[in-house]
């Protein structure tokens, strides 16, 4: 529920002229001290029209108004004062949480539209970098978070599972290579051959003539070409599922780059009907300098097809087997200006979609302020970071919970939920430092101290239990003395439908991150300051608000991807 919209709705039956709802909710203010209420509307923007002291009005204002919705409406010199009615708000606001449970924060912005998220998309015989790992974790929580307000997302792996690069592999692999090598370390395997190459191409250029051929044969379809590359498909794959099992990702599809290739003879023919291909040095390219863009290479000189062709494929099949309402594509920034030249393409081909495909940029992982390099020996391995936090979390465990049982099963989910969090929490734009050690703490802003106020209310809940305690149910009476402490928890559960609006609006799951931490804070403040169960008559009362705590944190953690232990 909205506060100012009841100022609002109450003002507009008593003003004198007409001023509509925006106008006013902007007027409103939150006055610096709590005598002077929770919202304050100042009149002075109405005297020169009334012809009449701001004092005055307020002090007309406040006799005329509905009283009877708020605990006090005052004039103070030209303000009016609102002071809400917290002990039936915070009633009502339980009510809802009780009664709507996970469902709380559901709303209908979508009706059901699909929206493909292209996510992820590592490429085939490389390690999965921590950009990879971003995308996953960002285009996964923006599915969660589509679903809750009636959007149907499909989640695709456009694998980077073709080019030129598998021809080099294919012939590094028959030269330096080994099958049993493979089985037993695919990605590094596969690298290392791909390295090696590259060191021995130096002397060797014959080698790029072998590898020229190779990827011929491949595209030809020829039989041994296209095994290892379905081979090295599928090793990579496995390696890459491990991850994705450990995250709790999935997919609805895995159509990669190679996916596309029968399907670009009709983008190329498209573009040349509309006269949209130019000729530029033997390539093919669609001129695009009125978007104040370089021109988009569709075609290279031997026929080649490139990235942004395969993506143009991908978009057309993606509108015509989804028909979605959006088209989202979860990448770094550094491709911010393929993802332009993409959509100005689909423009130039009069596809009146294009405005609905959007590119979700987001910035580095850095580690001591450098960018992560391969050739600076700054490379973080996705799963040893797993590991490490794991490792770390059963650390802390082991000191504040010793006798916990599944101590293995929650560190996996506090250790693996706290590198997603991490992620999750820091604005999708902004680059941002990878210490293990600040993921992985109990305090402060992680996700394992959102997971431990959860694992806190739970346990309240638990103890209660054990006193034959229940919280009120939704349609019992609660009645919660409204102090500070209290207020401020049941501002924040109040918040939680408009907060998963406004991620979903800015494809910001931080903006849930963030919300977790307040909501988490304020719950321990709470916590701190009051004897939750004392046996008096608000008992079930503050059990409730526990409660209605314990079920908004689970179901923001599990938004953002994170697992919510109900011990740890
Ligand atoms: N495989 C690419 C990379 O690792 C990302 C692909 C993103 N998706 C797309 N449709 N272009 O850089």
Known sequence: MDFKKQVVSSLQQVLPIELTAEQLTALLEIPKNDQMGDLAFPTFILAKSLHQSPVKIATDLAEKI?????????????????????????????KTVLQQQAAYGEQDLGHGGNVPIDMSSPNIAKPMSMGHLRSTVIGNSLAYLLTKVNYHPIKINHLGDWGTQFGKL????????????????????????????????????????????????????DPEAIKLWKWFREVSLQTF????????????????????????????????????????????????????????????TDGATLYITRDLAAALYRKRTYNFVQSLYVVGNEQTNHFKQLKAVLKEMGEDWADQVHHI????????????????????????????????????????????????????????GAVIFHDLKNERLNNFDFNLDEVVRFEGETGPYVQYSHARAQSILRKAQALDAKPAAATANIAIAPTADTWSVLKQLNDFPMIIQRAVKEYEPSVVAKYALHLAKAFNQYYAHTRVLEQDDQLTSRLALVKSVAIVLQEALRLLGVAAPDEM
Do not use: C
């Open 361 to 416: 940029p987001f910035g580095l992982i850095t580690q001591g302020g450098h960018k992560l390099s391969t050739r600076a020996g700054r490379v973080i391995l996705l799963e040893k970071v797993l590991d490490d936090a794991v490792e770390l979390a059963q650390q802390q465990i082991e000191q504040k919970n010793p006798s916990l049982k599944n101590k293995a099963a929650v560190a996996e989910e506090v250790g693996v």
């Open 66 to 94: 509905d009283q009877s919705k708020f605990e006090k409406v005052q004039a103070v010199g030209p303000y009016l004062n609102f002071f809400l009615n917290k002990q039936q708000l915070g009633e009502q606001i339980l």
């Open 241 to 300: 599922m491990k991850v994705y099992q450990r995250l709790h990702v999935e997919f609805d599809s895995y159509n990669g780059e190679a996916f596309y290739n029968d399907k670009m003879a009709e983008i190329v023919e498209i573009l040349e009907k509309k006269q949209l291909l130019k000729e530029s040095q033997g390539a093919q390219i669609v001129d695009l300098s009125k978007y104040d863009l370089n021109p988009a290479l569709i075609k290279k």
């Open 170 to 221: 294919i012939t590094a692999y028959q030269k330096w290579g080994s099958e049993a090598e493979v089985k037993a370390d695919p990605i590094n395997k596969l690298l290392a051959y791909y390295v090696r190459f590259h060191q021995e191409d130096v002397d060797h250029p014959e080698l790029d003539d072998e590898a020229r051929a190779w990827f011929r044969r491949l595209e030809a379809g």
